[in-house]
């Protein structure tokens, strides 16, 4: 059901804010509307926030990854508490990452010096005797190995002095000297040979000394790696402090953004309550302080205040799915407990299998356990495992497991010494009646969407439109229902015919004599009358669209009797019979999978366009109060005290 709302004016002494912004986080009552004519700066919780989450980020890869079903509850006392330890954690996360980074960098810029000279650690000569020498000059570099015959020949035939080095990734290196007269010449020169030369190091050691050093350094640099990321496991370890202080900065940062308005002697937050906890909030208030006030006022008619859903545990979980379409809006009639209903049936019709339901009993009832979702998807995940229950029931119905079939009703007879049976229908042999059943299921769907119709225009009093937009066509279907029946089922009872046609008919005339009262001429009444007539072809289209119900049972069951014959069809040997249990998993976790999907999909189809285009607005935003949101951790417990 739709709670109505009111707006609420809280009146404090400016010296009490604080105070009461961290009581209505608490309480969760009040959705606060923004003050737009101030602004809060919350730079500096921000940027510390965006601090938290990438050292949680950074830590996350030495540390071990959180568990599936990890679960961490603080107490609402642990939560408010501000605790040094998580700041110095920070901080200390924080240097050991930056000293690891320098690490790493240093590593990688070392041996980028120690790759370029290494091929030319056999020169044992001190690069400064290279460079102080008046009337040569050295150079080192690398060529293509291929081309070692050329360069040597070269090399030898102008008497170059030269000694070949190792090999690298680079080429073969290689050491010359050339006169200072003939520098420029044969460097041109090998550079035809493909020489690239490389500078030489500006130190006073030998390059053998100087890759020697490198070395030691890249060790020590890997032992300092080394030892930092063992510092950082063990700080990854405390990784839920950091978490639970994410949450806590960024409910500062909500708590921060709550604007007042001020008078001469006072300040004051405008919100929305429901009327249901109006009291509630004054207590909450009163707690804080004695000198406080609280006005009340109802919403204008210009004004669309939020939406506040209250529902049963069954109920509200389905509030997802019409969520997905549009909230309603609060002058409306909330159509959760009728959508909870029909989507549960719908779903598990279309899986329609004990082996599934079961499935899915097993895997979301065990999800729900472990993983304790929060939010929205918690609510997904209740459909899910609701649903399991109706395709564990629509399966009995159809006497399917697995595709296999199982009347679970002789079984029981066995039993008994009876011979009962639990199969209604199949689907697979027994198409058309599904079908019928199928195209009647979506009549009394749509009957349900035009009788909320009805109620709706008698709250808002418009009791013409009632009997013109929506008795009238319920009349017209339940007429059809008469003589379909009597046409299918009863073909000797001929009064259902009777009685189908009046019905038809009475809704047929009310349609054409008021479909069109809004037209202030009578040529525009009769044209209306006539299109209300005509929209009947609408509504045949929409019947049809419940056929999907036959075409998705079906093809879960053929999908699932199909990978059971394909398994049959390769037991003939222990290769075969092992061969035929992957068939059985694959091919039903397939199908199990599909099934979900396409039920998910079209069961939420049936109810937006089928059966909300018959009376739902929409067009609204739900009640939020302003409240503490967890993003990391699970959970905040509260005591008996502070729950009070």
Same mark, same amino acid.
């Given at each position: 059901m739709i709670v109505p709302v009111k707006k609420a004016r809280v009146f404090v002494l400016e010296e009490q804010k604080e105070k009461l912004v961290i009581a209505l986080q608490k309480a969760s009552l009040l959705m606060i509307i923004p003050n737009t004519a101030t602004s809060v700066d919350t730079t500096a919780e921000n940027a510390l926030l965006q601090r938290i989450n990438k050292a949680i980020n950074d830590v996350n890869r030495y540390g071990k990854k959180k568990s599936l079903f990890g679960y961490q509850s603080v107490t609402y006392e642990n939560f408010m508490a501000d605790d040094r330890e998580q700041l110095a954690l920070l901080e200390n996360i924080e240097k050991h990452i930056e000293d690891l980074n320098l690490a790493n960098n240093t590593i990688k810029k070392l041996g980028e010096h120690h790759d370029k000279y290494a091929p030319f650690r056999e020169i044992d000569v001190s690069v400064s005797e290279f460079k102080a020498s008046m009337y040569a000059r050295y150079h080192i570099g690398h060529f293509n190995s291929d081309d070692l015959e050329s360069i040597k020949g070269f090399l030898d035939e102008k008497e170059i002095p030269y000694q070949l080095l190792a090999d690298s990734q680079y080429g073969s290196a290689l050491l010359y000297a050339s006169y200072v007269d003939d520098e420029e010449v044969i460097a041109k020169d090998m550079s035809t040979h493909a020489f690239s030369e490389v500078d030489l190091p500006d130190i006073t050691t030998s390059i053998k000394v100087y890759v020697q050093n490198l070395e030691e350094q890249i060790e020590q640099e890997k032992a300092k790696v080394k030892d930092l990321?063992?510092?950082?496991?063990?700080?990854?370890?405390?990784?839920?402090?950091?978490?639970?202080?994410?949450?806590?900065? @960024?409910?500062?940062?909500?708590?921060? *953004? !709550?604007?007042?308005?001020? +008078?001469?002697?006072?300040?004051?937050?405008?919100?929305?309550?429901?009327?249901? @906890?109006?009291?509630?909030?004054?207590? *909450? !208030?009163?707690?804080?302080? +004695?000198?406080?006030?609280?006005?009340?006022?109802?919403?204008?008619?210009?004004?669309?205040?939020?939406?506040?859903?209250?529902?049963?545990?069954?109920?509200?979980?389905f509030e997802t799915i019409t969520n997905m379409f549009s909230v309603p809006n609060p002058r409306e009639i909330d159509p959760n407990p009728f959508v909870s209903i029909w989507y549960w049936i719908i779903f598990g019709i279309m899986m329609g299998d004990i082996g599934y339901g079961l499935a899915m009993l097993g895997l979301f009832g065990a999800a729900l356990l472990l993983l304790k979702p929060k939010g929205s998807f918690k609510k997904l995940i209740y459909v899910f495992f609701y649903s399991g229950i109706t395709s564990l029931i629509a399966g009995i119905l159809f006497g399917s497991f697995f595709g296999a079939d199982f009347d679970l009703g002789a079984i029981i007879g066995n039993v008994f010494g009876q011979q009962w049976t639990s199969v209604v229908l199949n689907p697979v042999t027994d198409p058309l009646i599904m079908l019928g059943f199928s195209l009647v299921f979506g009549i009394l769907h749509i009957i349900n969407g035009l009788g909320l119709k009805i109620a709706l225009l008698i709250r808002r009093k418009d009791y013409v439109g009632a009997i013109a937009d929506g008795l009238s066509w319920i009349l017209v279907l339940v007429g059809l229902l008469f003589v379909a029946g009597q046409m299918v089922l009863w073909p000797s009872i001929a009064v259902l015919s009777y009685i189908g046609l009046a019905l038809a008919g009475l809704g047929g005339l009310i349609l054409l004599f008021l479909a069109g009262r809004k037209s202030k001429n009578v040529f525009g009444k009769i044209v209306g009358g006539l299109g209300a007539i005509y929209q009947s072809t609408g509504y045949v289209s929409d019947i049809l669209s419940y056929s999907r119900i036959l075409a998705l049972s079906l093809s879960s069951a053929v999908i699932a009797t199909t990978m059971n014959l394909l398994a049959g069809m390769i037991q003939g040997s222990v290769i075969g019979f092992i061969l035929s249990l992957l068939v059985y998993l694959v091919g039903h976790v397939f199908n199990f999978a599909m099934g979900l999907l396409s039920a998910y999909v079209h069961a939420g189809r049936l109810q937006y366009i089928e059966f909300f285009n018959k009376f739902y607005e929409g067009e609204g935003y739900l009640f939020e109060p302003f409240a503490i949101h967890l993003k990391r951790i699970n959970e905040i417990s509260f005591s008996r005290e502070e729950r009070r």
């Open positions: 990321e063992s510092k950082l496991k063990e700080l990854a370890k405390s990784k839920n402090l950091l978490e639970l202080y994410s949450d806590q900065v @960024q409910a500062k940062i909500d708590r921060k *953004t !709550v604007n007042f308005a001020a +008078t001469e002697r006072a300040c004051y937050i405008d919100g929305w309550v429901r009327v249901d @906890q109006i009291e509630q909030l004054n207590e *909450t !208030v009163k707690a804080v302080t +004695t000198d406080f006030d609280l006005e009340l006022s109802d919403p204008s008619d210009k004004e669309l205040p939020p939406t506040a859903l209250k529902n049963n545990k069954f109920v509200s979980q």
